[in-house]
Nanobody, 116 residues
């Protein structure tokens, strides 16, 4: 079973940047379409960005132009570069596969707090 470990979150001021990492153990990582998700307090989990095995990317409208998803298959890792952060980006961020029927077990996530 693939395990997912997210890291890189923290407290940042509005307008700041963070780079999140998600390392997958096991599986054939290079073949997976991966996604970043987030869950804000009191809200449902939402997808943020998707990257396919051939490195095509898709972004939610709320983060388009500010966030960049990338992957390093040699390291079994997917990244989320977050720039121009806003208070509404505050959430716990998770990674997983992009298709719900193929989800791995969820990791613990990484907390991102955007506040002055």
């Amino acid at each position: 079973q693939v395990q997912l470990v997210e890291s890189g979150g923290g407290l940042v001021q509005p307008g700041g940047s963070l780079r999140l990492s998600c390392k997958a153990s096991g599986g054939i990582f290079s073949t997976y379409t991966m996604a970043w998700y987030r869950r804000a307090p009191g809200k449902q989990r939402e997808w943020v960005a998707i990257i396919t095995s051939d490195v095509s990317t898709t972004y939610a409208d709320s983060v388009k132009g500010r966030f960049t998803i990338s992957r390093d298959n040699a390291k079994n890792t997917v990244y989320l570069q977050m720039n121009s952060l806003k208070p509404e980006d505050t959430a716990v961020y998770y990674c997983n596969r992009a298709t719900p029927t193929t989800y791995f077990a969820w990791g613990q996530g990484t907390q991102v707090t955007v506040s002055s």
